[in-house]
């Protein structure tokens, strides 16, 4: 990796908005070190990231910043939040969406690290070791915005207030309405798709779009017939294509009776 010189433009353009929140410039250095080499560095530890930069200190003192040093992270959360609104200000929120998914983040060398556990990993097949953040996303013409993510614990490790992964998509969505951003609707895949969030976005007068697992069953003149058979033989309507930022789709309304929801 060719080593860092300077800061790209994006941490250069907003960083000074935060320097208020801390103690020395020592601490402010540390910080925009740190949100420079989650964006450019393929390696995410503290140590390669501190490595990468032309004139680099002893990796110790950004541990020490980021384990040990008081800086008020909720102003610094406070600030990042004013940024987005004010980047977004005027934009109607028929315009935006949430979007809520969970990634995992493999830390198969790093078992003492907080927070790790065992996690199954869809796209191997396997158990692999490492973080599960569940993450609120708003999509807006100006741009999409990180609102707020919360760690999950597996069940085999709950403990007391353990929440699952529905119940912390419920939670992302309150924050988001709370801090005033704007959206109507609140976009998911399959995994999410169950009766709980559903009936919970219709109390909070939210619309929503998720994605039909292709094993469920839809009720037709009585009978049930999984999804992807009726859409392929017995769908009545229209097929219709619609241009989307310069991209064409092929879609399909229709009302069916779903036997299970998710």
């Not at 609104?85 to 998914?101: E, F, N, T, V, Y």
């Not at 058979?229 to 294509?241: I, P, Q, V």
Request: charged fraction near 25%; glycine fraction near 4%.
């Amino acid at each position: 990796m060719v080593p860092i010189v300077d800061y790209p433009p994006v941490v250069q353009r907003y960083v000074p908005h935060f320097r208020p929140h801390f103690a020395n410039e020592p601490q402010f250095k540390h910080f925009a070190e740190y949100l420079t080499g989650l964006i450019v560095c393929w390696k995410f530890s503290v140590a390669f990231m501190n490595s990468q930069f032309v004139g680099h200190r002893d990796p110790s003192t950004k541990t020490r910043f980021l384990t040990e040093v008081d800086w008020p992270e909720e102003k610094v959360e406070k600030t990042r939040i004013e940024l987005i609104r004010k980047r977004i200000q005027g934009i109607s929120p028929h315009k935006c969406r949430l979007a809520i998914d969970d990634v995992l983040i493999h830390h198969d060398r790093s078992k003492a690290m907080e927070g790790v556990s065992k996690h199954y990993d869809h796209c191997t097949g396997t158990y692999v070791t490492g973080h599960v953040l569940v993450n609120a996303h708003l999509i807006t013409p100006m741009g999409h915005f990180p609102v707020a993510f919360d760690l999950y614990v597996p069940a085999q490790e709950e403990g007391e207030g353990h929440q699952t992964k529905i119940e912390m998509a419920q939670a992302l969505i309150r924050r988001a309405k709370a801090l005033g951003l704007p959206f109507e609707t609140v976009v998911f895949d399959s995994w999410y798709l169950c009766e709980d969030l559903a009936q919970f976005l219709e109390a909070e007068k939210l619309s929503w779009v998720s994605a039909l697992k292709s094993n469920r069953i839809v009720l037709v003149n009585n009978r049930r017939v999984d999804i992807t058979t009726f859409l392929n033989t017995e769908a009545n309507g229209t097929w219709r294509t619609a241009e989307v930022d310069g991209k064409s789709f092929t879609y399909l309304t229709a009302i069916v009776r779903l036997s299970k929801l998710g």
